[in-house]
């Protein structure tokens, strides 16, 4: 990895895309840091310690930490995120979006991307308009009453939005100009850029006696072996053999060959965590927005001991949103009736299997054992820093999270393959040698 990262900024072309890429990323810190106006920073702080089991702490990690200080960069890419899941999710389920983009070509995804683009103004509106209640109801502005309330609020609305607006055309310019997909590089950076804050909190930690080295060693070296775990999973996949029949065509033979069809083992990606946080975080995130119940009464207890993020419920409620979210995600991207039809079509087969339903139905087959052991996977991801949190001293306080882990590690493995394909088509020796 390291050499075809050397091998890549002695290329000019590369060299150049890396330096744009790195300018960029520097646009985006810069913003992440300014505050917007008419916010009261130390009202902030105490209304938002309350949301940090909520879905606004998973905003605030994907933001890097954006969302807490309340800067114009707060709403990040969760937006154009949402957008884009949104109008993924219509494209399966509305026929005409469908066949604009199966049949449209590049002219289909233009149109497409063009109305994730206004879907994301309008998402970041709302959520803009949420976070400013949140302020407001909170007494976190510096004005909240008469004619200046509502310029003042229009003006962090139209802030925040434009910010979100922004970070979309910035993941675009380096998507075009730079290196790797725009908006998984700047999400990169968003999540790494809490490293130093986690190191912080683990030397304070230490030094006032709540965690030992002992515990720093054992994360340290867990934190590689899940690295590790997470690598071999994402690049596994389980390869169906397919053949095509041979054709004579005039006077020559066509056809003949054997090939695969491979199936990624986790082939929904980070998707169905993001999913499931959203739904598991919902109810205590509509718990934020009311008085905190008597200890011991019935809402306490389901809040603490169902919904808190330490509870077992929890983990468990989590789990098996993560499973049927990662079935529900895989049935949209793989269709195999549809690809049952395209070897039917083109002359191909399955060893074994007559072509038609008997192939779908084995594609089908095979599709679920895989996406089961990619759900228990995302499984496993999405609770080990829940039992970090439980039985780690301080563990709470790490804000380390499997969502993270898995961006991250997915983003750096796509980016260092695109710099490898760019240097393969240059003759340059990559890793893959």
């Keep these: 990895m390291l ?7 002695k290329t000019p072309e590369l060299r150049k895309r890396i330096i744009f890429t790195l300018v960029c990323l520097v646009i985006f810190r810069f913003g992440s840091v300014i505050p917007v106006p008419f916010i009261d920073k130390t009202a902030l702080a105490s209304v938002l310690e309350g949301y940090q089991d909520t879905i606004l702490g998973f905003f605030n990690m994907m933001s890097g930490g954006a969302f807490e200080q309340a800067n114009i960069f707060a709403l990040s ?4 995120i949402n957008a884009s899941i949104i109008m993924q999710l219509l494209s399966v389920a509305i026929p005409a979006l469908e066949r604009m ?11 497409l991307a063009a109305l994730t683009r206004y879907a994301t103004l309008v998402i970041g509106l709302l959520q803009g308009f949420a976070y400013y209640m949140i302020l407001k109801n909170g007494g976190a502005l510096k004005m909240s009453t008469g004619l200046g309330s509502f310029w003042i609020g229009l003006v962090i609305i139209v802030t925040f939005t434009a910010g979100s607006a922004f970070i979309m055309w910035l993941g675009e310019q380096i998507t075009a100009n730079g290196i790797g ?3 998984s590089i700047i999400l990169f950076a968003s999540i790494i850029s809490r490293i130093p804050t986690i190191i912080n909190t683990v ?7 709540a965690m030992n080295w002992l515990w720093v060693i054992a994360l340290v070296v867990g934190l590689i072996a899940l690295i590790g775990f997470i690598v071999f999973v994402t690049d596994a996949e389980r390869r169906i053999p397919v053949s095509y029949a041979k054709k004579m065509v005039g006077r020559k033979m066509y056809g003949g060959r054997s090939t695969n069809l491979p199936i990624k083992v986790n082939m929904s990606g980070v998707m169905p965590i993001i999913f499931a946080s959203s739904i598991a975080t919902f109810p205590a995130t509509i718990a934020a927005f009311f008085p905190q119940p008597a200890a011991g009464s019935f809402w306490y207890n389901v809040q603490t001991y169902v919904f808190s993020p330490q509870s077992a419920t929890y983990a468990v409620i989590y789990l098996l949103l993560i499973v049927l979210f990662s079935y529900f995600y895989a049935a949209i991207q793989f269709n195999p009736v549809e690809i049952a039809n395209n070897l039917k079509s083109n002359g191909g087969f399955i060893p074994g299997f007559r072509p038609g339903r008997p192939t779908s139905d084995f594609i089908s087959k ?11 996977f995302l499984g496993i991801i999405a609770v080990i820093p829940i039992l970090i949190g439980v039985f780690v001293p301080g563990g709470q306080s790490l804000a380390l999270g499997g969502t993270s ?10 980016t260092v393959k695109q710099m490898e394909q760019q240097l393969m088509m240059r003759n340059y020796k990559g890793f893959l040698e």
């Design 405 to 414: 882990l898995l961006i991250v590690v997915g983003v750096a493995q796509e």
């Design 203 to 209: 030397v304070n930690l230490m030094m006032s006696g």
């Design 77 to 80: 890419i969760q937006p154009y």
């Design 181 to 183: 997909n725009g908006i």
């Design 3 to 9: 050499e075809t990262i050397r091998n890549a900024w």
């Design 366 to 376: 095979v599709m679920n054992k895989i996406t089961l052991f990619g759900a228990v």
């Design 101 to 111: 983009v199966k049949e449209g070509g590049e002219e289909g995804r233009k149109k």
